[in-house]
């Protein structure tokens, strides 16, 4: 009885430890499971929050690559703004140089109007020249012809060169019959001129004038002939208005005074035709 009471009370001993270390076991297992669940949980949310920087880095990544983006838009505008603003004020340049030169190119324009149109009144005054030269020429042909009578023109005159041993005698002022028919020409060919001055100029040698004769010296005597030759065409009908005389002695001669042959060429009556808006003025020999 006492062996049975004592195997009994040993069981319940060993019932009573063993329960205990069981419970202990439990405990341990569920700390350990609760440890496990916290552990998978952190690494849950370290892999959520890896993701979520992944996430986050590729976002940044995204922004920095816009941002540059927009950082070379903005440089690429800039530069078209200054390359609008360099070609505007090219353009402005341009626009200024192209407006000078159209300026000069109207300057150069009238200049050239005025040239051509003084060109064409020129051409027209040469042509009314050369027409009136051409008709005294054939006027004068035949006088001209037998040597009485020498023409030339001279920029705006014309000149009719008579010798004076055609005209005078010498160291006379009156008009010889040979003379009166050159005049007669001349005259007729002068009768119908307009808008002209006629200048009938005398001219002597430098032989001085005989004690004898009516003249002091040889500018009475170039002055008497060309008046004679004046008075002549007056009475010949070239009218009074467009003539004048003037006599210049011995000092415009067309050659030396050391031979005959010159001295009868500076002995001479030249009449000279002028526009009439010009003074009547002998050729300066």
Known sequence: MTR??????????????????????????????????????ATAKANSLESKLEAADARAKAAEEKAAAAEAKVAAAETKAKESAEWAAGSEAK????????EQAKKELAAATEARDALQ???????????????????????????????????????????????????SASLNP??????????????????????????TDDVRVSKSLAYKDNWDLSSARAIAVVRYLVSKGVPPEMLAAAGYSQFRPLAPNDSPANRSMNRRIEIALTAAEEAPVADAK
């Open 121 to 171: 009144i020129k051409t027209a005054a040469l042509v009314e020249k050369s027409t009136e030269y051409e008709n005294l020429a054939g006027s004068l042909q035949k006088q001209i012809q037998a040597g009485q009578i020498e023409l030339s023109q001279l920029k705006d005159k014309m000149t009719v060169k008579l010798k004076d041993r055609i005209l005078f005698a010498s160291g």
């Open 4 to 41: 049975i009471t004592t195997v009994v009370a040993a069981l319940l001993l060993f019932g009573a430890t063993g329960c205990a270390g069981l419970s202990k076991y439990t405990d341990k297992e569920r700390e350990a499971a609760a440890n496990d669940a916290r552990a998978k949980e």
């Open 95 to 102: 626009a200024q140089a192209l407006q000078a030169q159209l």
């Open 178 to 203: 040979e003379g009166r028919k050159a005049l007669d020409a001349v005259a007729g060919a002068f009768k119908n001129l307009e808008g002209k001055n006629v200048l009938v100029a005398g001219y």
